[in-house]
């Protein structure tokens, strides 16, 4: 009957990501025969088979959010072979796919074929993850360069379709801060996470591994510009979660950033002088954590993109609102900046021919430079989403 119960739990609440974890006790085999028997009986009726591919892709999302490909192999089968509605079908190959790639370590090849034909073919949700493994694929084969257009493709096609899937947007823009940091461009990552860091914590209780897969990229690039405190605590917070045995990555991170730690305060005594704040006596629980990591007077900091009540939320236009505007940069002397003379025919020539020399990557990284400046307006965001969508021709296009 216990047993009986922590089944029913999982199949009846779909957010029960941590009730997941109470399945290992309980054999594969035996656990999905209970599943057959307790819900074939009913597969005469078209609402009882939906409801059955409503709970093995339940199924799949938790065997996927813990790893367990073993346990994702055999639902993504029943998916594909019982008598369900045309569309579970497709997922079930999505997650056959992910199997198949084996987080990298599998079948590279035979993956992408999969993928690539559930681009064209699965509902919108699911090409946009199709797109997503996809890039993973390239990235897992150390081809940043292929994997970033893809990226961008996927965060296109959720825009045309309206979709919102939060695990999709946040994968995208998580990975586009991931190669920008392997690019080297670790301030320039680190800015896009933290504009992230409202949705990604929004996804806490519903998709807590995506959550602590945000956090563990963001202490990585916390750590990369030397902010190695708020880098402790965020890692901490994703190595205490139930999920951190299946991503040992996370723990690699938090072993780097103790390192670091390590030879930084040994700088500190031999150089730093300034004494340093008091810290808290008390041990504040996880909630509170992410309010006390920035410094002092730091404009960078993750309290600075906490929601605010009196704010107003941004439009999302495309990729390009998704990813916000870089952080701004102080400058005591603006009142003092002079209006920059018009660029001539001349030099826009130059410049054309400048930028035609860069590749798709360079580009991107570019474009998305030019979203932080604090002087571009919405009139020039909109004209520019708009000559990329096609509306309005570019007038600097040759005819």
Same mark, same amino acid.
């Given at each position: 009957?216990?047993?009986?119960?922590? $089944?029913?739990?999982?199949?009846?609440? #779909?957010?029960?990501?941590?009730?997941?974890?109470?399945?290992?006790?309980?054999?594969y085999?035996?656990?999905?025969q209970?599943?057959?028997?307790?819900? =074939?009986?009913?597969?005469h009726a078209?609402?009882?088979?939906?409801?059955l591919?409503?709970? %093995?892709?339940?199924?799949?999302?938790?065997?996927?959010?813990?790893?367990?490909?073993?346990?994702?192999?055999? +639902?993504?089968?029943?998916?594909?072979?019982w008598?369900?509605? !045309?569309q579970?079908? @497709?997922?079930?190959?999505?997650?056959?796919?992910?199997?198949?790639?084996r987080?990298?370590?599998?079948?590279?090849e035979?993956?992408?074929?999969?993928l690539?034909?559930? =681009?064209?073919?699965?509902? #919108?949700?699911?090409? +946009?993850?199709?797109?997503?493994?996809?890039? *993973?694929?390239?990235?897992?084969?150390?081809? &940043?360069?292929?994997a970033?257009?893809?990226?961008?493709?996927?965060? /296109?096609? *959720?825009?045309r379709?309206?979709? &919102?899937?939060?695990?999709? $947007?946040i994968?995208?823009?998580?990975?586009?801060a991931?190669i920008?940091?392997?690019?080297g461009?670790?301030?320039?990552?680190?800015?896009?996470?933290?504009?992230?860091f409202? %949705?990604?914590?929004?996804?806490?209780?519903?998709?807590?591994?995506?959550?602590y897969?945000?956090?563990?990229?963001?202490? =990585?690039?916390?750590?990369?510009?030397?902010?190695?405190e708020?880098?402790?605590?965020?890692?901490?917070?994703? +190595?205490?979660?139930?999920?951190?045995?299946?991503?040992?990555?996370? !723990?690699?991170? !938090?072993?780097?950033?103790?390192? !670091?730690?390590?030879? @930084?305060?040994r700088? +500190?005594?031999?150089?730093?002088?300034?004494?340093?704040?008091?810290?808290?006596?008390?041990?504040? #629980?996880?909630?509170?954590k992410?309010?006390?990591?920035?410094?002092?007077? /730091?404009?960078?900091?993750?309290?600075a993109?906490?929601?605010?009540?009196? /704010?107003? #939320?941004?439009?999302v236009?495309?990729?390009?609102?998704?990813?916000?505007?870089?952080?701004?940069?102080?400058?005591?002397?603006?009142?003092?900046?002079?209006?920059?003379?018009?660029?001539?025919?001349?030099?826009?020539?130059?410049?054309?021919?400048?930028?035609?020399? %860069?590749d798709?990557?360079?580009?991107?990284?570019?474009?998305?430079? *030019?979203?932080?400046?604090?002087?571009i307006?919405?009139?020039?965001?909109?004209? *520019?989403?708009m000559?990329?969508?096609?509306?309005?021709?570019?007038?600097?296009?040759?005819?």
């Amino acid at each position: 009957m216990e047993t009986a119960a922590k $089944i029913s739990l999982v199949l009846t609440d #779909p957010s029960a990501f941590e009730r997941f974890a109470d399945l290992q006790k309980i054999s594969y085999s035996g656990f999905y025969q209970r599943l057959a028997s307790g819900l =074939v009986k009913r597969v005469h009726a078209s609402q009882a088979l939906g409801d059955l591919g409503e709970r %093995l892709v339940v199924l799949a999302e938790h065997a996927h959010a813990f790893r367990q490909m073993d346990a994702l192999e055999q +639902v993504s089968q029943f998916l594909m072979s019982w008598p369900l509605p !045309r569309q579970y079908e @497709a997922i079930g190959q999505y997650y056959q796919a992910l199997c198949i790639q084996r987080l990298g370590r599998g079948d590279a090849e035979r993956a992408a074929s999969l993928l690539a034909r559930l =681009v064209e073919s699965a509902q #919108p949700k699911y090409r +946009v993850r199709a797109m997503i493994s996809l890039g *993973a694929n390239s990235r897992n084969q150390g081809d &940043n360069q292929s994997a970033l257009p893809i990226y961008n493709e996927a965060a /296109r096609f *959720a825009f045309r379709n309206n979709l &919102n899937d939060p695990y999709s $947007i946040i994968t995208v823009q998580r990975m586009f801060a991931v190669i920008a940091g392997e690019d080297g461009n670790h301030r320039g990552a680190l800015a896009l996470l933290e504009n992230l860091f409202p %949705l990604a914590h929004d996804l806490r209780s519903s998709q807590p591994h995506v959550y602590y897969d945000y956090m563990n990229s963001l202490a =990585v690039e916390l750590c990369e510009v030397g902010r190695l405190e708020e880098a402790k605590n965020v890692s901490q917070i994703a +190595v205490a979660s139930k999920f951190a045995g299946a991503y040992p990555e996370w !723990r690699e991170t !938090r072993n780097e950033i103790a390192l !670091r730690g390590c030879g @930084a305060s040994r700088s +500190v005594v031999a150089f730093d002088k300034t004494p340093a704040p008091a810290a808290s006596s008390r041990a504040a #629980p996880e909630s509170e954590k992410l309010v006390h990591l920035s410094a002092p007077r /730091r404009d960078d900091s993750l309290s600075a993109i906490e929601p605010s009540p009196a /704010r107003k #939320p941004a439009r999302v236009l495309s990729m390009q609102e998704w990813i916000k505007k870089m952080p701004k940069q102080s400058n005591t002397h603006s009142q003092d900046k002079t209006t920059p003379r018009p660029t001539t025919d001349q030099e826009k020539q130059a410049r054309l021919l400048e930028l035609r020399r %860069l590749d798709t990557r360079d580009l991107l990284l570019s474009v998305m430079k *030019a979203i932080g400046d604090e002087d571009i307006s919405d009139d020039q965001f909109l004209r *520019a989403l708009m000559i990329l969508e096609g509306i309005e021709r570019d007038g600097n296009q040759e005819s």
